[in-house]
């Protein structure tokens, strides 16, 4: 049965202000309002503090709020923080500061901040850092360091950072000055959001003090094209020569706001859409066009359509490998169609595939280039759209009879299945939800059920696949668009890797929903013992605490079910709470097929004490 919530007040709350001449002395969530829009700084070189430098171009560049734990290292900066409109969202742990701006960027389509102390809170970034590297999310990752003076002496929480880093960062900036502060900072956001991806300001503590003359740089805009009139010319004639073309919708549709002109592209050429993995919102779901998703747990539907294809336009895609992998005992991926893929970085095209054409353009500007050619000039292939067009329909009706009959727990069986619940959860979701998934079994599986009409939508852990991302991107989310609800779906496991954010929330009043798949199990791992290692669970089991009663112990709503008429209701009555909160669900322990079968071999033993091992 549904355990009833209770409400709870929190046991501290850093939302009321001590005032006193219009300071802030006790807060971390609000900020005051700047008093001047168009400060004389903007326009011509002003006397200022090397902190109000950095603080003033965070302004510039329309930074709202910043996540991180406090520090020393940073505290003058910070103290103005709030007279300059900022709000310093404190959390629990820094690597959750990283996927809050991640998921904060993702929504906004602005670049995300976190800020963290020297040495120990700056390694804590590193995961984060990675998984926004991989998500080309626009993160401006600020590490305070070590004093100028006393690098390389072995002080306290001294390290040297930029190494660290260099690796999953498309810029790094190290304030060599406090004359260059306001420059490194606006440079790291313009690169963040022309390279699409996390940078890092990294800053000697001693820098943020001392006086300079500084203007603070305007944000700069640089145009995007279409791509080279060659290679628009060579697409357009590739598809045109096309008898069963598809189009593969990507995540650089949605960082263009290219989602309309996709759809525009597609009703004029008369082709289906796939997305690719992890990037359910890069089409509308209720277009007839919409094939659904490939990769992992995917559609069936879009896959059979793709294998079918003979020449593929990828919009807005690196192509990565994982996104492509054999399904259901299926090798889909079209290997003797022709590809045209086009991306916004050189360097993605051709990198995982052999591709005939590449574009080096935006997404949303080529699909608009290649509308305009083929509403003058439409090729011939429209003239079988009726026929193309109902096969993949029927495709459509095929999965979703199947994804039906997937989606129930047998009669007489006591615990719900996953995908049962993962049914009950979309039938329930707000057509304006934004969901974050983490890595794991059970959210893996729901690849099959989320579907989503609005770009800006769903936010995973992508190719780095690290647990522990979904709970706080989705509360960066919720900073980032208010108005809409923020659910995150985590595995019981990786819930003990973000669940301390509850507590954030309840501080903050960030009103993010976690949904907590409970079947005491670190379920993707485990099916790798049962397909490789006879069923030999070592460090998969898990014993569980109430998620829901915990929650309500950290002061935010909480709410346990078991059975499948509960889902939904719980989930909506934990939306109209506007509070933060867990739904629990507690279901079976059915596993899904692996994530790829080539990962792992059978063991062989050679020592006769491991004999048994095999």
């Not at 049965?1 to 971390?28: C, D, E, G, Q, Y």
């Not at 549709?253 to 989602?259: H, I, L, R, S």
């Not at 979703?400 to 619940?421: D, I, K």
């Not at 039938?427 to 969901?435: G, L, N, R, S």
Request: glycine share 8%; net charge neutral; hydrophobic share 40%.
């Amino acid at each position: 049965m549904a355990s009833s919530m209770r409400s709870m007040k929190p046991l501290f709350s850093l939302n009321n202000h001590i005032k006193l001449n219009n300071r802030v002395l006790f807060s971390t969530s609000k900020s005051l309002q700047s008093q001047d829009d168009n400060p004389e700084w903007r326009t011509k070189p002003t006397l200022m503090t090397s902190s109000e430098a950095f603080t003033e171009t965070l302004v510039a560049n329309g930074t709202k709020n910043i996540f991180g734990i406090v520090g020393s290292a940073f505290m003058d900066a910070l103290d103005i923080f709030p007279a300059a409109g900022i709000r310093f969202v404190s959390v629990q742990h820094e690597q959750n500061a990283v996927h809050m701006a991640d998921g904060y960027s993702r929504v906004t389509n602005k670049p995300g901040v976190c800020i963290a102390q020297n040495g120990p809170g700056i390694t804590n970034f590193v995961t984060g850092v990675a998984a926004a590297f991989w998500a080309h999310s626009p993160v401006v990752v600020i590490t305070p360091e070590t004093g100028s003076l006393g690098q390389g002496l072995g002080g306290f929480q001294e390290m040297n950072q930029l190494p660290t880093f260099s690796e999953i960062t498309k810029y790094q900036a190290h304030v060599c000055s406090p004359k260059r502060m306001a420059e490194f900072t606006n440079r790291c956001f313009h690169y963040a959001m022309m390279e699409r991806g996390p940078v890092q300001l990294n800053i000697p503590r001693d820098h943020f003090y001392g006086d300079v003359t500084a203007k603070i740089p305007a944000p700069m805009v640089i145009e995007r094209s279409a791509g080279g009139p060659e290679a628009i010319a060579q697409a357009a004639a590739l598809l045109a020569s096309a008898k069963n073309p598809v189009i593969i919708s990507g995540g650089g549709v949605v960082m263009a706001d290219g989602v309309d002109q996709v759809v525009k592209l597609a009703e004029s050429l008369k082709v289906p859409v796939c997305s690719t993995y992890l990037h359910n919102d890069s089409f509308p779901t209720d277009h007839p066009l919409w094939m659904g998703p490939l990769g992992y747990q995917g559609s069936k539907a879009a896959m059979n359509t793709i294998s079918n294809a003979d020449v593929v336009l990828a919009l807005g895609t690196r192509l990565g490998p994982f996104g492509a992998l054999p399904q259901y005992g299926f090798d889909y991926w079209p290997k003797s169609a022709k590809i045209i893929q086009v991306d916004i970085n050189a360097r993605k095209l051709g990198l995982t595939n052999d591709i005939d054409v590449g574009v080096l353009g935006d997404a949303k500007l080529t699909s608009e280039a290649l509308t305009a050619i083929f509403e003058a000039n439409p090729p011939a292939f429209t003239g079988t759209a009726e026929a193309r067009l109902a096969l993949a329909s029927q495709e459509k009706a095929a999965w979703e009879a199947e994804l039906n009959s997937l989606s129930v727990t047998p009669a007489g069986q006591e615990e719900m299945e996953p995908r049962e619940a993962l049914r009950e959860l979309e039938k329930a979701m707000p057509a304006d939800a934004m969901v974050s998934t983490d890595i794991g079994n059970i959210c893996s599986v729901s690849n099959s059920y989320l579907r989503f009409n609005k770009p800006g939508s769903f936010f995973a852990a992508m190719a780095f696949g690290n647990c522990g991302y979904a709970f706080p991107a989705a509360m960066g989310a919720k900073l980032g668009a208010p108005e809409r609800p923020a659910i995150a779906y985590v595995g019981d496991g990786a819930w003990g890797m973000s669940l301390n954010e509850v507590m954030t929330c309840v501080r903050e009043d960030i009103p993010a929903i976690a949904v907590v798949f409970n079947n005491g199990q670190w379920g993707a791992e485990k099916k790798n013992q049962v397909d490789f290692y006879s069923n030999r669970f070592q460090g998969t089991n898990l014993h569980n605490p109430s998620f829901a009663e915990l929650s309500k112990t950290m002061g935010a709503e909480g709410i346990k079910v078991t059975k499948a008429e509960e889902v939904g209701p719980a989930l909506k009555t934990l939306i109209a709470s506007g509070r933060p909160g867990v739904l629990e669900i507690v279901v079976s322990k059915t596993l899904a097929d692996p994530f790829r079968r080539d990962a792992l071999s059978m063991p062989v033993r050679h020592l006769a004490k491991y004999k048994n091992y095999v």
